[in-house]
């Protein structure tokens, strides 16, 4: 199998390519779709089948939930058996985009979407086409990202078709994601089981603690980030201990010059000749590092670029990456989790 890459841009374009990706859902079958945070994997929701071809192609373990993904509130509240106030107020305030709210599921979705848990995570992504292809069928889409398990997630269609080109037979090319990391997953049921707990960030993302706090008018409970069992099922993706990976090994130090930086690499017994290094605010001139590229210190710049550039330093043959640890700022929280989990 040889994956068909579908253009879109142009209206007739966009629409041939989705009733060309709606056909094939509708048939039970697995597409690559573009949102404005990774590109997903897509298969009905509601298809038990169907979503096991998800879990098949990526090699992705039967205890980690996949995201439904919907085109309105209304769809949303199918999906879920509570809808609290606070969900209308972070809808209202946050979809379209880049938000997973986890709530009770109902008896239509199947287990192998939550991993067998009582809770489903939905959101109601941003990018015009997979709205479309949603609108289009008139059902959910089970999409996590479109990439092998555990490996660094796709920002537009070519990283897709080199890590799954081989296993899925259509990838609409939608341009480059625009946010560029995972949504934020926040668990609502804290609410629904004590009617006073505060809602919990499972996986953070560019919609921070703060800004949901702001929304909802309370406490807003951050996690930290940790390891998950190995077997037991996930509250939600992005809880694996290692997880959106390159192929390299990755490295994240701080440094104060580069003196400091060519001291911890002789400690930590890295040649600088074999790091590629991503680097934000101090910038070395004149170390022998294999490549040096620069995103701008600013953190919705950083999450667009950072995986592109981690696929690119895999494609160059990198044997280390070295970034620049993020500030320990709430807006970079999300780019600090991700960089943490890639570490081996």
Known sequence: ????????????????????????VRAGEVVALPTETVYG?????????????????????????????????????HCVADWPADANKLAKAFWP???TLVLPRTKEIPDIVTAGGPTVGVRWPGH??????????????AAPSANLSS????????????????????IIDGGQSQVGIESTVLDLTPLLRARTGPPEILRPGMIHAESLAAVRGGEIQSLKSKAQGSHSPLPSPGRLKR????????????WND??????????????????????????????PLANVCVIPHDAEAFARAIYAELHRCDEAGAEWIVVEAPPDLPEWSAIADRLQRAIR
């Open 1 to 24: 199998m040889t994956a068909e890459i579908l253009p879109t841009h142009t209206p007739a374009l966009f629409q041939a390519a989705v009733k060309r990706a709606a056909e094939l």
């Open 41 to 77: 994997l897509a298969a009905n929701a509601l298809d038990e089948k169907a979503v096991a071809k998800i879990f098949q192609i990526k090699g992705r373990p039967a205890n980690n939930p996949i995201i439904v993904h919907v085109a309105s509130v209304e769809m949303a509240k």
């Open 97 to 99: 985009g880049p938000l």
């Open 128 to 141: 015009p086409l997979i709205q479309a292809v949603i609108r289009e069928c008139g059902f959910p889409l």
């Open 151 to 170: 490996q660094v997630s796709p920002t537009n269609a070519g990283h897709v078709r080199k890590q799954l080109g081989g296993k899925i037979s259509l």
């Open 243 to 254: 997880h959106y990976a390159p192929k390299a090994k990755l490295l994240v130090l701080n």
């Open 258 to 287: 580069e003196t400091d930086l060519k001291a911890q690499l002789a400690a930590l017994r890295v040649a600088p000749g074999t790091c590629h290094l991503i680097a934000h605010t101090r910038i070395p001139s004149s170390l």
